[in-house]
């Protein structure tokens, strides 16, 4: 069953859903930190490549 959290974490719709039931109120922000952190990893990834 997969339920949306109104937050943006809709690309991993069932791991977001299984988490939403423990972490409901925070499910926005940890989902956000996680994409920012993402973002910073693959930039540094490319640095390195180049």
Same mark, same amino acid.
């Given at each position: 069953?997969?339920?949306?959290?109104?937050?943006?974490?809709?690309?991993?719709?069932?791991?977001?859903?299984?988490?939403?039931?423990? *972490?409901?109120?925070?499910?926005?922000?940890? /989902?956000? #930190? !996680? *994409?920012?952190?993402?973002?910073?990893?693959? /930039?540094? #990834? !490319? *640095?390195?490549?180049?």
């Amino acid at each position: 069953m997969i339920t949306d959290d109104g937050g943006g974490g809709s690309t991993d719709a069932g791991l977001i859903s299984s988490w939403d039931m423990y *972490l409901c109120p925070y499910m926005d922000h940890l /989902s956000d #930190l !996680f *994409l920012h952190f993402i973002f910073l990893l693959f /930039s540094f #990834l !490319f *640095l390195l490549a180049l």
